[in-house]
């Protein structure tokens, strides 16, 4: 970066990091490195937690995205959920599951990484276990992964939504595509994009930007997700 302001002589950086709250003393150390000095501008796209860098920035809180997809499928009756979670947001999984246990202390969240989805054969296994101890929604990062789980469900004979599907997509109507059409929480991520962007401009042109644009996630209640199931005898 430091290479690149020399040769290109650049006035402005736009930078795309997760940076939670136990994160900000990394970040800061890195602010440096990039070269950001008086008389450049920079703007954080990405997570809550920068307000210490003194920086404008855009963002979408993960923990809040993460408890309203829980919100949704609670407010469905589903009180027994699997969350599949990358390891790139491991970090958040303690105020996650911190929050949900204060706002759903009936529910039990449990909780498994999302890169041992890879494995088919290991992925219908964990499922069939899931359903027979009562889970009746999933939480998956993205709609790839919802794709996949969704292709290991038909495998195993576990019908959805009698097991709902949540995703995240980044793209609008990213899972409207898919047979079932997948349930999600769009991330309006171009959006949130085009707002660093012209915060950056701004600041470049001398004009008063807000320090801070925070994003919200929207539920787009679609196939792979309804009212969780009651046994009865």
Not at 8 to 35: D, W
Not at 92 to 119: K, S
Not at 172 to 179: N, P
């Amino acid at each position: 970066m430091q290479f690149a302001r020399q040769k290109h002589g650049f006035r402005a950086v736009l930078l795309e990091l997760p940076v939670a709250e136990n994160e900000v003393a990394k970040a800061q150390n890195l602010v440096p490195v990039v070269g950001v000095e008086a008389d450049e501008f920079v703007v954080f796209q990405g997570r809550a937690g920068v307000e210490a860098l003194g920086v404008g920035h855009v963002v979408l809180d993960e923990i809040d995205l993460h408890v309203e997809m829980l919100r949704q499928l609670y407010s469905l009756g589903h009180r027994r959920i699997l969350l599949f979670e990358g390891s790139y947001h491991s970090h958040y999984l303690e105020n996650i599951l911190r929050q949900a246990a204060r706002l759903y202390p009936d529910a039990v969240v449990e909780t498994t990484m999302a890169e041992g989805m890879a494995d088919k054969a290991r992925l219908k296994d964990d499922l069939r276990s899931a359903v027979a101890r009562g889970v009746t929604g999933v939480c998956c990062p993205g709609i790839r992964e919802a794709e996949h789980l969704l292709s290991c469900c038909a495998e195993a004979g576990i019908p959805v939504p009698g097991l709902s599907v949540l995703s995240v997509e980044h793209r609008q109507d990213e899972g409207a595509s898919f047979l079932p059409p997948i349930s999600a929480m769009y991330v309006p991520a171009r959006q949130m994009g085009r707002q660093a962007a012209e915060q950056l401009v701004g600041a470049l042109q001398n004009e008063e930007t807000a320090p801070q644009v925070e994003f919200k996630a929207v539920f787009v209640p679609r196939a792979t997700v309804g009212p969780a199931r009651v046994e009865t005898v």
